[in-house]
């Protein structure tokens, strides 16, 4: 079997790799898509192939992020429910259609996903992969029991990194990830309210260009 990872060589992927690669005993493809990462795709090829990967994609995404799908949400002004900014979520869609191009070229029987069971990239992700290629599995551990049992939560996922020599730069002591791109950087932990961060996001939030007054169109009697 072969399964292409969204893989970002960050902890919940890093651990992802390795789980899928034991638990399927699959050939783990690794794909990560370059949309403005910079310096975090140093060193990830080797990463990936130290963690099990048989192979990896790094594929230049940037061009493509930021005409079909950045510009478009901008002269949108789309917001979800009014105050989430759709910085990280407005790239699910191209990364999915990347990893089922490259499903198709190494004829691999499945595409897995980190987004957990709770929120809404499982389904930007998956609708992605039904519209494109509905013959593809989509696996997403998160929603799998065995892997909630064995990692229900990230001291185990650092743990296990630990056990098998996995290279993360997560720890006990520093938790947090970033998910960074051509248009922000967001940062997360256990809980995703980082101290210091919030005033920063809601003087951000009163400044943003996409909060702006809807024009009206003028009515026949003030022509």
């Known amino acids: 079997m072969k399964i292409v990872l969204a893989y970002s060589g ?16 699959a050939e783990v493809i690794a794909f990560c898509a370059d949309i403005g990462q910079d310096e975090e795709l140093h060193g990830l090829k080797a990463k990936a192939a130290k963690t099990g990967a048989s192979k990896i994609y790094i594929d230049n995404l940037q061009e493509e992020f930021a005409k079909d799908f950045i510009f478009p949400m901008m002269r949108a002004g789309a917001i979800y429910e009014g105050q989430y900014f759709l910085g990280t979520s407005i790239a699910r869609p191209l990364i999915a259609k990347r990893m089922v191009e490259i499903a198709r070229k190494e004829k691999a029987q499945a595409i897995a996903h980190g987004a957990t069971g709770k929120g809404n990239d499982q389904v930007r992700f998956e609708l992605t992969s039904a519209a494109l290629a509905p013959d593809v599995e ?38 947090y990830s970033m998910d960074r791109n051509l248009l922000h950087i967001p940062m997360r932990q256990g809980f995703w309210k980082i101290r210091g961060l ?25 022509m």
């Open 138 to 175: 989509v696996i997403a551990p998160w929603r799998d029991e065995r892997f909630r049992k064995r990692f229900p939560g990230r001291a185990e996922m650092i743990r296990y990194c630990e056990q098998r020599k996995i290279p993360v730069q997560a720890t006990a002591k520093k938790p």
């Open 10 to 25: 960050g902890l919940d992927t890093s651990v992802l790799l390795a789980w899928l690669k034991e638990t399927y005993r």
């Open 198 to 222: 919030m005033p920063l996001l809601r003087r951000t939030r009163r400044c943003s260009p996409f909060r702006f007054r809807r024009r009206t169109r003028p009515t026949r009697r003030s």
